[in-house]
């Protein structure tokens, strides 16, 4: 099933902080994840993404673990800056002939300066 | 270079109209095309999905319809809408990049509102 249907929490960080925006997806068969940020009244923007044979990767400031044992997704965003507040969504991708992307239910994040 | 251009940007239309939102793309062939649904602070519900010119798999019962009448087209349909239609419409396209890895773009959105 899909994630939705859910009001989103927001995480509250100081400019200069670290962030982490937690995942939980729902399909044991996905093999590929991918995170967005979408800002207000715009489509989502691609940040990073992972193959389920990586349990980490790292791209400019922003880092994503992969734990799927417990499926879980993390994204740490290093030295967090105003322009870094949005909604941040986890997806997975169905690995079927659809590879439809599910996505997570997602989280607001505020940068207070 | 590939694109995706979805439109119109907003619409207000009374409870009952029709509608129809269209989206193209450019610079690719035979992509999978998705429709997404986003309510107000809230995620993305995936609405339909498209594999092929007209295939169209359903992800949830709805008041709405699809149709990928081109490779490279795919429109939104309704013939009466609801208030509860209301919400920022996505559509996106995807193709393989990678072994195993698809690569996915978004259009820039139809916000509708019903009243």
């Known amino acids: 099933g899909e994630s939705v249907g859910l009001h989103l929490p927001t995480l509250s960080v100081q400019e200069g902080d670290n962030s982490i925006i937690n995942c939980a997806y729902s399909?044991?068969?996905?093999?590929?994840f991918i995170w967005y940020k979408q800002e207000s009244g715009k489509g989502p923007q691609f940040i990073i993404d992972?193959?389920?044979?990586?349990d980490k990767r790292q791209g400019q400031r922003v880092t994503v673990l992969l734990n799927k044992t417990v499926k879980h997704l993390s994204l740490q965003i290093a030295a967090t800056q105003p322009g870094d507040s949005a909604v941040y969504f986890c997806?997975?991708?169905?690995?079927?002939?659809?590879?439809?992307?599910?996505f997570g239910s997602g989280t607001r994040l505020l940068v207070r300066p | 270079s590939q694109t995706i251009h979805q439109w119109p940007a907003t619409l207000v239309q009374p409870v009952g109209s029709p509608l129809s939102l269209e989206c193209t793309v450019e610079?690719?062939?035979?992509?999978?095309l998705y429709w997404y649904r986003q309510a107000a602070g809230r995620g993305l519900q995936l609405l339909f999905y498209?594999?092929?010119?007209?295939?169209i798999s359903s992800e949830v019962p709805q008041n709405l319809s699809a149709s990928r009448p081109q490779d490279r087209q795919f429109i939104l349909s309704s013939k009466k809408l609801l208030l509860s239609d209301s919400g920022f419409y996505l559509c996106?396209?995807?193709?393989?990049?990678?072994?195993?890895?698809?690569?996915?773009?978004f259009g820039s959105g139809t916000r509708l509102t019903v009243v």
């Open positions: 997806a997975e991708i169905w690995m079927d002939s659809s590879y439809k992307l599910i």
């Open positions: 992972i193959r389920s044979n990586m």
């Open positions: 399909n044991s068969a996905s093999d590929y």
């Open positions: 610079g690719t062939s035979n992509p999978n």
């Open positions: 498209s594999v092929g010119i007209g295939q």
């Open positions: 996106a396209w995807s193709v393989p990049i990678l072994q195993g890895m698809q690569g996915y773009t």
